[in-house]
């Protein structure tokens, strides 16, 4: 195997998370689809770089993949695929307890017991319940209390901070409405989390269609780069992508959506100011060229980690378990505070 990096396994107490003064932060990410240039700059950046900073809880939220229709096969190979591609991008499991959501059975059972705490009517109310739901036939149950578990994963761990985006918003409030009435029933248990939102919410857009964000539902993957994207694929994406008709480089996100996209993109992958650097170009072809090689630099080391630890499946499985073992221990402490506060015999 030619790494550049020893695939050790952490060890338990040596890969314990620097004990940080400051605060603990969780994100959980669920395992459908591919990871895409959206997904690395709007949320795996900025937790990858959090984790030097910040005691970080990273997990992949496979139980919330079986609220919807659901390929058996496809979750469980979609897991492996997006730890496997997480680590490549950067995410570090010497920093970072990164494990599975249904390997710590503690997130179902504290699921049952704020289930007890939160009501119908709350959880129907949910926005992304409603439109969700309205599109399915056979709604499950579980989609209904989605945001009830989702309570749980971030209980679970005494987190302070959740980053979230706008979409979940409510879901976090929730998660704050049923601790804090849980803390008031059956005294002090759990720890109140606040939501954090990225200073500067990196949103990129899809390259063929610029009104809509990059996203996995996408009808066609032509305006989607993909992290794993080869990189003469990468190129022609990125060189075929919507603009505006016009000849100069002006950053101007209302009136010239896809250009402005385009710089957005620049100005993630090398730094600085997108209205700064659109004086750099002349061209739409130049800028483009440009923009192909930034997002190439940018996926070139993932790419390379990714066929390494590709070529050990047995290393993510191990670096999984481990993180499984990590987070079951400090779960194992909320929920018997939980249990002993509801009524239930410890
Ligand atoms: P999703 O792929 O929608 O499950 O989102 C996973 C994470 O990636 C969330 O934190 C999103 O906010 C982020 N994300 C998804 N798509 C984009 C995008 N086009 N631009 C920026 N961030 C994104």
Redesign the pocket.
């Known amino acids: 195997m030619t790494t550049s990096a020893p695939l050790t396994v952490p060890t338990a107490a040596a890969a314990r998370p620097q004990p940080s003064p400051g605060v603990r932060r969780i994100?959980g990410?669920?395992p459908?689809?591919r990871?895409?240039?959206?997904?690395l700059?709007?949320?795996?950046r900025p937790t990858v770089a959090a984790q030097y900073r910040t005691e970080t809880i990273v997990f992949l939220a496979d139980l919330h993949a079986l609220t919807v229709a659901h390929q058996p096969n496809e979750v469980r190979a979609n897991t492996l695929a997006q730890a496997t591609t997480l680590l490549a991008a950067g995410l570090d499991p010497d920093r970072t307890t990164f494990y599975v959501q249904s390997q710590v059975p503690q997130h179902t059972e504290l699921h049952y017991l704020l289930e007890c705490t939160a009501g119908y009517g709350e959880a129907h109310r949910m926005i992304q319940f409603r439109e969700k739901s309205a599109t399915q036939q056979n709604v499950r149950l579980s989609l209904l209390s989605y945001p009830v578990l989702m309570a749980a994963d971030i209980l679970l761990h005494d987190v302070h901070e959740v980053?979230v985006?706008a979409?979940q918003g409510q879901h976090l409030e929730l998660t704050r409405t049923v601790a804090q009435r849980f803390n008031t029933r059956y005294g002090d248990t759990f720890v109140v989390p606040r939501a954090v939102h990225p200073a500067v919410?990196?949103?990129?857009?899809?390259l063929a269609d610029p009104t809509r964000?990059?996203?996995?539902s996408a009808e066609s993957d032509a305006g989607v780069v993909l992290l794993l994207d080869p990189p003469e694929v990468v190129r022609r994406k990125v060189m075929r992508a919507v603009t505006d008709p016009g000849r100069t480089v002006d950053y101007d996100p209302q009136a010239r959506p896809g250009l402005a996209n385009l710089l957005d993109i620049l100005a993630a992958a090398v730094g600085g100011d997108p209205a700064v650097l659109a004086a750099d170009y002349r061209s739409y072809a130049q800028l483009k060229a440009a923009v192909a090689e930034a997002v190439d630099g940018l996926l070139r080391p993932v790419r390379l980690r990714h066929t390494e630890l590709a070529r050990d499946p047995g290393y993510v499985r191990r670096v999984l378990a481990e993180g499984a073992d990590r987070a079951r221990e400090s779960a194992a402490d909320t929920v018997y505070r939980a249990r002993r506060a509801i009524g239930l015999l410890t």
């Open positions: 994100t990410l669920q459908t689809g990871l895409h240039l959206g997904n700059l709007g949320a795996i980053p985006g979409d919410s990196a949103r990129v857009m899809d964000k990059m996203g996995k």
